[in-house]
Nanobody, 116 residues
Framework: QVQLVESGGGLVQPGGSLRLSCAAS????????MSWYRRAPGKQRELVAT???????NYADSVKGRFTISRDNAENTVYLQMNSLKPEDTAVYYC??????????WGQGTQVTVSS
């Protein structure tokens, strides 16, 4: 079992930045991939970014060049650095982990609101 706790959300003006954190309850060394998803009001859940245990990353086209996902195995934490934020980035952001045994885990989500 892995518990995931997101933090770092909040209200930011367009063009601003936020860094989300996802802290795992145990070592993420054995986690195959960790991802950030988001769900905007009235929309389906969207995969934002993924990072594998080998450090390979993948991003949604809508955030490429603005968001960066990274992981700190020593701190059991995954980050999502979000720059040049737009109103359409407003959503609840969720952290997800998939183990090598294909077990998946989810955090409770953190709200990000981009508004002037």
């Amino acid at each position: 079992q892995v518990q995931l706790v997101e933090s770092g959300g909040g209200l930011v003006q367009p063009g601003g930045s936020l860094r989300l954190s996802c802290a795992a309850s145990r070592s993420i060394f054995s986690i195959y991939a960790m991802s950030w998803y988001r769900r905007a009001p009235g929309k389906q859940r969207e995969l934002v970014a993924t990072i594998t245990s080998g450090g390979r990353t993948n991003y949604a086209d809508s955030v490429k060049g603005r968001f960066t996902i990274s992981r700190d195995n020593a701190e059991n934490t995954v980050y999502l650095q979000m720059n040049s934020l737009k109103p359409e980035d407003t959503a609840v952001y969720y952290c997800s982990a998939v183990s090598f045994a294909s077990e998946d885990y989810w955090g409770q989500g953190t709200q990000v609101t981009v508004s002037s």
